[in-house]
């Protein structure tokens, strides 16, 4: 599976998930960072993180994370 952002300023680096599932933590540790550092180098520190419903998305580190 692979994670990777994109907007009308171009595309985050692809995150290779091997086992092709995640839990919360792999989330926060390998792909949050990702989102933020490429996020903000596109679109300086206003931009909207979207998820979906996802378990890894809602649980309740994944926010506070955010």
Known sequence: MVWLGVCYEGITRPVIIE???IDTNQYIADILP??????KQ???NEFIF????ATPHTAKETQQWC
């Open 19 to 21: 086992n092709g599932t």
């Open 34 to 39: 990702v989102a933020l550092k490429d996020g």
């Open 42 to 44: 596109m679109l300086g």
């Open 50 to 53: 979207q998820q979906d419903g």
